[in-house]
C-alpha cells in the first residue's frame, strides 16, 4: 500500500526559465489522496502542469512509477501519460464532440474494445459523476459544473492508477460536491487509485485528503505539509491557521 | 491474459472467468461473452469471479453488462454473479449502480425540415444584417457629432494593424498585377507599335479599377477576418455581455474605431497601390526601351484627376463594406467550436461579394456622371 508512486525532486516550476516555485521535494504513496493548497495564483496549476509533463520544468525531476517524466519522450512518454488521467481547471473538452464521444475517444484511441463496449463504460464513467443524462449534449450547452463533471469522467476513461484533478469541486454546488469527494473516496479505497489534487474546499480536504502540501507565493515553496487535520489545529504557523480556519 | 471457460451442467451455463479483467482483457472476451449469454437466455446463466486477479472498471461494467444480460430483474441480475472477491465488490457495486439504461441519441432531422429551418436562418441574418447597418450608421453619425466619444486610441492601432502592416503585401500584389497586366498587353499591342499605349491602359485600368479592388480584396482577406475573429472571440467569452451590462455600447466601443480606421486608411492604401502597379508597368515598358520620361508623360497626359478622385471615392465606400461586414459578422457568431471560424468565413465571403456588388454599382452611376 505506502508504495511511493510519484517523487517531484528539486522541482523548479515556472514558465519560460521565470521559476514561479523553487526546489520543491515531496513524494506521494500510492492509493493517497493528495492536495495541493495554497493562495490563488500562487502557482498550483503550474505545479500539477508539470507533475503531467505538459510543461518543461526550469529545473529538477518528477518520477512516475520511478520514471522522469519531465525527459521523457517519445514511446515512454506516452506509456506514462496512459497511466494517468487528467481533468484540467476549465474541463477542456473537445467541443465538437457530444460529451459521450468525449469520454469514448480515449477509450477508441487507445484499447481493442468494441464499440458497444466502449459505451457502455463511458456510460458507466458518466453515471458515476451523475452525468447519465446529458450524453448527447455538446459541451456548449453544459453548465460549468457539468463540464467539470465531464472532464473528471474523460480522466478517468482509461482507469488510470494516477488522477491529478485541477479544482473538482469549484463550481459545483454543495450536494454534488459532497458526492464528488464520496466517489474519490470509494475509487481511492476500491481501485487504489492515487489522486492529486488542487483545490480550496476546506471541508473536501478535510474529507478525502490524506495529506497535503501548502504552497506559498512569497516563499515560491512549501510553507507547510501534512495530515490537513492537524494542520487546522495547529496554530503555530499563523498563515496556515488562518487559511483552515477561514479567519483572515 | 484473461481467459473465460464455458462450461454447461444440468441447464445452466457456466461462465467462469480468470485472469486480469482490465481493458485488453474485456476486449478480448466481450464478443464471444456476450453471443454466449444471449444464445443460453435469461435464467440459465452463472457468471463466476473466482479466479480473477484483477479487475477496473472496464472489467466491472463488462461483469454488469452481462448480469443486466442475463437477468431481467435487479435481485436476479446479482444472483447471478458469484464468487466475487472482497476487494472487487465495490467496484462491481459502482457500475451495478449505474442504471445504464438505454438513453437514445436525439433523434434526426429531416431534409425538408433542415430546409426549412435554414432559410429561416438566413432570412433572420439578412434582416440583422440589415438592422445593424443601420445602428452602425445611427453610432457613426453621433460619433461624428461628438468626436470625444470614438476611442481615438483604439483608431489609431486598428488603422496601424490593418493599414501600415498591410503595406507590403498591397504593395507585392499591386506590383505583380501591373507587371503582367503589361507584359500581356504589350504582346498584341507591339504588333501595331502600338506598345507605348500600354502606360495609357495601365495608367487607367490602376487608378479607376485595380488599384481600389486590389486593395479591397487584401483588406478583405486581412483585415475583414482579423475584425470577425477578434469580435467573435469576444462574444464567446461574454466579454460583450459584460460590455452591455456595464452600460457601454458594444457598437461604439467595438465596431466605431475599425469602421472609422478602414474607412480612412483604405484611400490611403490605394495611393500606394496604384503607383506601385504603374511602376510595374514602366518596368515592362522601359525593357522595350522607352525612356521613363515617356511612360510618365503618356500615363499623365491621360489620367484625368476625375478618374484618380473617381477611385479614391469608391474606397472609401470599399473600406467602410470591409469593416462593417467584418464587425458584423464577428457581432453575429453563435455559439458552438467551429462559431468563430463561421464568422471569419462568412466576413470574408460577405465583403468580396458587396465589394464586387458595388464596383459595378460604381460603374454605371461613373458612366452616367460621364467620369
Ligand atoms: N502560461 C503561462 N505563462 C507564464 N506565466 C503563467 C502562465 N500561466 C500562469 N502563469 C503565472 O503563474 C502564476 C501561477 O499561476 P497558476 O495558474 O499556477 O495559479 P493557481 O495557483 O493555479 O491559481 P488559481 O487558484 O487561481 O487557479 C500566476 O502568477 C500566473 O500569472
Ligand atoms: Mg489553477
Known sequence: MSKTIINVRHLCAGYNHNAIMEDLNFDIQSGEVFVILGGSGCGKSTVLKHMIGLVPPVSGQVFI????????????????????????QNGALFGSMTVLENIMLPLMEFTDLPREAIEAIARVKLD??????????????????????????????????????????????P???????RLILELAGALNITFVIVTHELESILTISDRVIMLGKKEKGIIAQGDPRKLKADPSNPYVYKFFNRNP | MSELNIETVSRTTAMLFSGRLDAPGVARLWDTAVKTVKKTGRGKIRIDLESVDYMDMAGATFISHLSRLAGSTPAEQSNVVTGVKKEFAPLLDLSQKSKNEALSPPPKVSYIEKTGKDLTTSLEDAKMFITMVGEITAALFSCLKNPGRVRWADTWMVAE???VNALPIVILISF???????????????????EIYVANLIGIAMVRELGPLMTAIVLAGRSASAFAAEIGTMKINEEIDALTVMGMEPIRFLIVPRVIAATLITPLLTVFSNLVGILGGMVVILSFGYPPISYYNQVVGFVSWEDLAGGLVKCFVFGLLIAATGCIRGYQTLRGPSAVGDATTRAVVSSIILIAVFDGIFSVIYFYLGI
Open chain 1, 128 to 173: 458515476l459523476v451523475d452525468m447519465g443524462h446529458a450524453l448527447y449534449l455538446l459541451p456548449d450547452e453544459l453548465s460549468g459544473g457539468m463540464k467539470k463533471r465531464a472532464a473528471i469522467a474523460r480522466a478517468m476513461a482509461l482507469d488510470p492508477a494516477i488522477l491529478f484533478l485541477d479544482e473538482p469541486s469549484a463550481g459545483l454546488d
Open chain 2, 176 to 194: 505583380i498585377v501591373g507587371l503582367v497586366m503589361a507584359f500581356q498587353a504589350a504582346i498584341p499591342m507591339r504588333m501595331f507599335g502600338a
Open chain 1, 175 to 181: 450536494l454534488t460536491s459532497a458526492e464528488l469527494d
Open chain 1, 65 to 88: 512509477h520511478g520514471e522522469d517524466i519531465t525527459n521523457a519522450r517519445g514511446k515512454a512518454r506516452k506509456r506514462l501519460l496512459a497511466g494517468i488521467g487528467v481533468a484540467f
Open chain 2, 161 to 163: 494593424r490593418s493599414g
